[in-house]
């Protein structure tokens, strides 16, 4: 691994463990560790996008129905057949796996806006799904009553000890997706992003990698799912509408799409925006979250992650 | 098959490629012998490089045959025909812009390597070792064309000369018995040139076949084995630098564009 | 009380579902301006849909201006709005990727969306119909006299279009600018203006789709993305580009839908419009009513 991402890395989990010791006994911020816990849940699904979209080049707009499938398997199998979580969250992998595949290899065909209005066009249809079988999904109004996790007979229902796992996980999904992208499965993913014509040419199965890459941020957002649902106890569609397709494409572009710090960023940034900092705003958050996206894109296409060398530079001369 | 220790004969017989009625290629057939230098030259227009995009598996052909020893490629793909052995570069220059140089080539070794996404992933010895393969060798073809100081720098920051010869090191990369140069003089200075001439001539030490589709009638004149003249998608001419020079048709077909022959 | 006959129901069917398509097939049109020139798919059409109805609303209802002066004030400040989100946010970005273009209408299109917030609330709206809300009656079918507004203008929307596209100086330099961008320059078209120009038509045919569908169907803040994604449903059935197919992918989509709604199930009417959006997409990208040649040469 690269030195720059093994600083990182380090800086990283070291913020991780100061921020509950601070954040408990500082009782201004007290629940900011309920908030972190969705910025890790979030974090996940977009270190998938940001492969997907930042190192391929191919955009999802439809990836809050891969969260939401791994939610609803969850949740179902918990409640309606009593699997444990653990053993659910596998089935939801399984299950997200092959609806992303089945719905990717003719997706990942098409380019550019095809494959954006595509993915939209799947991200709602699954979102009409869970909001019209009743029998399987509650429907609009969902269910509730979903179990919590443990490991080894510990159960995980503090915030302390579901922030461990969630960002233990998150930590974990980081260092495989860092390695993919220091390899040849990361080179071959940046070069049909370049371009498509010469990676071809060298032999690289660029619709294969295409495929596989949407997969595993299909995975990733499956997984996430699953610690959502154990983690807030209650499923309901308006979850996992388009919108949040958006929200997460916006979160990883914000924070600067092609570098996966770039996503942790933005979706720290703007999951804090959104659950803390503009209740100010109330319900006129889409303004700003609209404007905040079209600011970045304009003025600084690379993310504010980019401006994270040019600051340490700044630091260091002064 | 194994393409290690055969040399690779090429052969197109009757090869047809038209775009919304234009004909590009009208039926077009040529060799090329194992350990040689080709040159494919002709005006603009004359479906030099539509040539080399059906051959790369780039579009289909709407008719005829391409063979590798024997073996009917026309209508693989791409990638399947760069794991036969055959590589090319670019007109319009096609590096991996956001690529390091080093990783360009890195990209060429993709075909002479095998790790997964879970090997990868969880970094497994045997992916490691692999990778620190695939870097050496890198390395070794950014050293052959000169530019294994460059390796770090981003490959859109490089001068266009520079490009040129990235590409032809990423091409290497994949252990081609064949190399297809599109126009690898476009764009290069005097000196670059006569480097060019000396990096194609090692190329061929290497025992790679090279066809050059090439605008530079003194490079092509001085490197090359045999040449094939093109004009409107047809064969015009093929053989022996000095027989080219003295052919009537080949006069006519550039009389346009006033070549001064006597510095051939 | 009229008995209500199954062929009365099929007819009602048959008229929501072609007013419904006659808006899909405006916000196709919208797109395929913008796309014949640009080669933009622009994911704030809808929002011209959205915003043309509650500016109507606004102008009707709040401000109390007779119809045809509201209707025509409506029409323009959406124009306008079309015209500054071109000048403010395309034109600066030249030579952007296609990714970076999509990420910047969606951009405009969730701030359009927080504005309609911000300004009317999450509530739907509503304005009298056109010419009385007393509905006519067709073999058993109650049909509003709304729906026949909604079919003239698509009607005049056509005519209008193949006319401007067909006789007028600045249609033709579009087409010419679809083309071949470069080649147009250089015989003097200025292709920012024309980009210019089409953003701003695509604008007013929103407006228009909006300000003639809000008495049926009411008009919220929110309604703009899921008309945008049907309306380029119906462009891609109809061939991307192609305008005459847009109108018909339109209607028809309208019409399938409407039927589904009222003969299988409401709630997944808006599933099938996507369903076969992903069909076309997968089988058939040139559309069903475009061929695969003259997907690539761009036409109206």
Known sequence: ?318 | MNTESSPLFLHVENLQKSFGGVQALKGLSFKVSPGIIKAIIGPNGAGKTTLFNVITGVFPPNGGAIALNGMSIEGCKAREIARLGVSRTFQNVEVFGRMTVLENVMVGRHIQSRAGIISTGLRLVGMRREERQIRESAMQHLAFVGLENRATELAANLPLGEQKLLEVARALATDPKILLLDEPAGGLNTRETEGLAALIHRILEQGITVVLVEHDMNLVMDISDEIMVMNFGEKIAEGKPKQIKNDPLVIEAYLGEEVDYSDL | MTKITLTGQLIQYLFTGVTVGSIYAMVAVGFNIIYNVTEIINFAQGEFVMLGGLIMVFFTVTAKLPLPLAFVLTVAAVTGVGALMERFTINPLKNASVLTMIIVTIAVSILFKGIAMFVWGKDPYIFPPFSGSKPLFFYGAAIQTQTLWVLFMTAVMVVLMTIFFKKTRYGKAMLACADNPEAARLVGIRVNVMILISFALSAAIGAVAGAVITPISLMEYDRGALLALKGFGAAVLGGLGSFYGAVVAGIFLGIIESMCAGLVSSGYKDAVALILLLLVLYVRPSGLFGNVEASKIKEF
């Open chain 1, 1 to 318: 691994m690269q030195s720059s991402n093994r600083k990182a890395l380090l800086g990283l989990t070291l913020f991780l463990i100061l921020f509950p010791v601070v954040a408990m006994n500082v009782s201004a911020i007290g629940h900011y560790l309920d908030i972190m816990i969705f910025v890790g849940i979030y974090c996940l699904i977009n270190m998938g996008l940001s492969l997907l979209m930042g190192y391929a080049g191919q955009i999802s707009l439809g990836h809050a129905a891969f969260f939401g499938l791994g939610a609803y398997t969850s949740g179902i199998l918990c409640t309606k057949f009593s699997m444990s979580p653990w053993l659910a969250m596998v089935a939801g992998v399984g299950i997200t796996a092959l609806v992303a595949y089945i719905v990717g290899v003719p997706s990942l065909k098409l380019k550019g806006h095809y494959l954006a209005m595509a993915t939209l066009g799947f991200g709602v249809i699954v979102h009409i799904f869970f909001n019209e079988e009743v029998s399987l999904t509650g429907g609009p109004s969902g269910f509730s009553d979903i179990p919590g996790l443990s490991i080894l007979g510990f159960s995980l229902n503090s915030d302390l000890s579901y922030y461990i796992l969630v960002w233990f996980l998150v930590l974990l999904t980081l260092i495989f997706s860092l390695n993919v992208i220091h390899s040849r499965i990361g080179r071959a993913l940046r070069s049909l992003h370049d371009s498509e014509l010469a990676a071809d040419a060298m032999g690289v199965e660029t619709s294969r990698y295409k495929v596989m890459i949407f997969v595993l941020s299909a995975v990733y957002a499956s997984v996430a799912g699953s610690l959502y649902t154990h983690y807030v106890g209650f499923l309901s569609p308006s979850s996992f509408d388009f919108f949040l397709s958006i929200k997460l494409v916006m979160m990883v572009v914000v924070g600067g799409m092609h570098n996966i710090w770039g996503a942790l960023l933005g979706t720290w940034l703007l999951t804090f925006l959104g659950n803390e900092w503009l209740h100010v705003f109330h319900d006129f958050d889409i303004l700003v979250y609209g404007a905040i996206l079209l600011a970045v894109v304009m003025f600084l296409p690379d993310g504010l992650v980019h401006l994270v060398p040019r600051m340490s530079r700044v630091w260091k001369r002064g």
